[in-house]
């Protein structure tokens, strides 16, 4: 069994999970990326990491339902155990939650549930508050509205351009993720009870 990483932009997240899972050798690897967006930058960067990869395209399918489906049966050829999230600009629907509940999760620039939805990074910076951070979370059937599993703080400070707090935020992202990856794949972090399926 092995992790599906699921990206429509530029894939950072991506790279480094992909990293951080070769270096220290994880029990289960990611051997695959979905991508909702041709043509995206993600898919150059699994070209070099070596990660077989998907494109699909969600508008040419008659629901979201049919489109799901299709992916649901790649990840089911390719025995694909977790679904990490990584920029991945959709709303999962109910064919991929029932049949991974517990078993994705996802990434948000904010400390939720501030600043939800699209453009956290600048909402936060915007509005402007003092600390921002970065979330992983369960998935449910809300925009970034699951069971929170870790959280880092990012302070903004003075000096600090839109610019700088994104890289900030960016970095925090590639430290945090990977670990809370690791950390669920190892059985250290359990999904909650209403979550929880027979395979966890
Ligand atoms: C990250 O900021 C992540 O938190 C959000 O989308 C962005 C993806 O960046 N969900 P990248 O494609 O991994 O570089």
């Known amino acids: 069994m092995s992790i599906a990483v ?13 990293e951080r899972s070769r270096c220290d050798q994880w029990p289960e690897t990611i051997s695959l990326l979905i991508c909702d967006k041709p043509g995206a930058k993600v898919l150059e960067r699994a070209e ?11 508008k040419k399918y008659p629901s979201k339902a049919d489109y799901e489906r299709d992916v649901l049966h790649l990840l089911r050829r390719h025995q694909i155990k977790w679904i990490v999230l990584a920029g991945y600009m959709r709303l999962i629907g109910p064919v ?17 549930p501030a600043f939800p ?11 402007p508050v003092k600390v921002s951070g970065v979330t992983v ?3 449910d059937e809300g925009m970034d509205t699951g069971p929170i599993i ?4 990012v302070a903004i400070t003075e000096e600090d ?3 700088s707090f994104a890289e900030k935020i960016h970095q925090a992202e590639h430290s945090l993720y990977p670990e809370v990856v690791y950390q669920l794949i190892t059985g250290k972090i359990r999904p909650p009870v209403h979550l929880s399926t027979s395979e966890n």
């Open 48 to 58: 070099k990491l070596g990660v077989p990869a998907v494109s699909f395209v969600p």
């Open 161 to 163: 351009t839109l610019e």
């Open 96 to 112: 991929l939650l029932e049949a991974y509940a517990g078993r994705i999760v996802n990434i948000h620039p904010s400390l939720l």
């Open 6 to 18: 699921f990206a429509s932009g530029s894939g950072s997240n991506f790279q480094a999970l992909v």
């Open 137 to 139: 979370h369960f998935v």
């Open 150 to 153: 870790a959280q880092v703080p």
């Open 117 to 127: 939805g699209k453009d956290a990074i600048r909402q936060a910076f915007d509005y």
